[in-house]
């Protein structure tokens, strides 16, 4: 079983792998782990199901954010643990899933839409080939 300690841990590995021009545009977002989406949250955004989705982005994204979203809470990321492990295969899966999943949460934080989260996706896990990215 992921413990939570160990997902914190991928969660803040994985904000720090995204590159720099994006990273340091992650600012008033708070990242939370859940175990998984809860029926009557927006769980059907996923792709799989309500109880598959790996992670979920609430709130204004950066880009929208102005004078009239000043007295909003800030925007949330909520990475699902129990839905990452059963996605993975192996263990040794997780990471890059994690990994995934954060990047994918981030890029709509950001503002970047889906097809430009898919493109940016591909771009940045080429930029992953041959590196290591474990639990350490």
């Not at 009557?40 to 929208?64: A, Q, R, S």
């Amino acid at each position: 079983m992921l413990s939570r300690p160990d997902l914190e841990k991928m969660i803040r590995e994985a904000i720090l792998a995204i590159p720099e021009p994006i990273r340091r545009r992650i600012g008033n977002v708070a990242v939370v782990v859940e175990d998984r989406c809860r029926a009557g949250e927006d769980c059907d955004g996923g792709y799989w199901g309500e109880n598959d989705l790996l992670g979920l982005f609430e709130g204004v994204p950066l880009v929208d954010e102005g004078i009239e979203t000043s007295g909003l809470l800030p925007a949330k990321i909520t990475i699902f643990r129990s839905a990452i492990e059963e996605e993975a295969e192996t263990p040794a899966e997780i990471p890059k899933i994690v990994r995934e999943t954060v990047w994918h949460e981030v890029a709509h934080y950001v503002g970047f839409d889906e097809a430009e989260t898919e493109r940016l996706e591909e771009k940045w896990e080429r930029g992953f080939a041959g590196r290591k990215f474990d639990q350490g």
